[in-house]
Structure formats: C-alpha cells, structure tokens
C-alpha cells in the first residue's frame, strides 16, 4: 500500500520558518522523482519543487526561489521541503507527491497546512 504521510505544517509569522517531512511507504521510495505542490485558499494546485530519484536536481518555483528548498533522505524514506522566509502568501495545503508518469503524482499525501499570519 503506497502511503505518503505529510507533516511539520503550522501556524507561523511572516518571515518565519517550518521544515515540512512526507514520510513514505509501500514502495521504493528512492526509485522515484518526488514533488510538492500546494493549494492556497479558494485557488486551485500550485506545483512548487520537484527532486529527482537520485537526489542530484532540484527545480523550485519562481514564486519560492530562493527561500525554499528541497530535499530527500532515501534510508529514511523521507521527503523534506525548508521553508523560509515565510510570506503570507505561502499559506496554503501542502501535499507530497510521487510522480509516476512525469509530470503527474500518481500517490498524493493528505497534506499538512500551513499559514503564515501575523
């Protein structure tokens, strides 16, 4: 049963941080690309970073470059997303996926929320 568990989201102020986790099961976590991607109030799937099964590329989106930044433990099973900097419009659901035909997840997480309010 592939299941993939997201957590760390909160209720945070701008400028702050969170580091997200999606654990993983049911499959051979380090075979596949892994992505995350979030749904802000009201608004439809933003994807917002992508990393490969080997871990050797990252691609972010515009609107979080260089705030944050993905990564992957494979002897965990776990998929990470930093945040930084945190803006308001950040809030959202955040959701891991594994993608299975690029570039659809085909196993989702429930997600986890996060907002960014003062």
């Known amino acids: 049963q592939v299941q993939l568990v997201e957590s760390g989201g909160s209720l945070v102020q701008p400028g702050g941080s969170l580091r997200l986790s999606c654990a993983a099961s049911g499959f051979t976590f380090s075979s596949y690309t892994m992505s995350w991607v979030r749904q802000a109030p009201g608004k439809g799937l933003e994807w917002v970073s992508t990393i490969n099964s080997g871990g050797g590329s990252t691609t972010v989106a515009d609107s979080v470059k260089g705030r944050f930044t993905i990564s992957r433990d494979d002897a965990k099973n776990t998929l990470y997303l930093q945040m930084n900097t945190l803006k308001p419009e950040d809030t959202a659901v955040y959701y891991c996926?594994?993608?299975?035909?690029?570039?659809?997840?085909?196993?989702w997480g429930q997600g986890t929320q996060v907002t960014v309010s003062s």
């Open positions: 996926a594994r993608v299975g035909s690029w570039p659809w997840g085909d196993y």
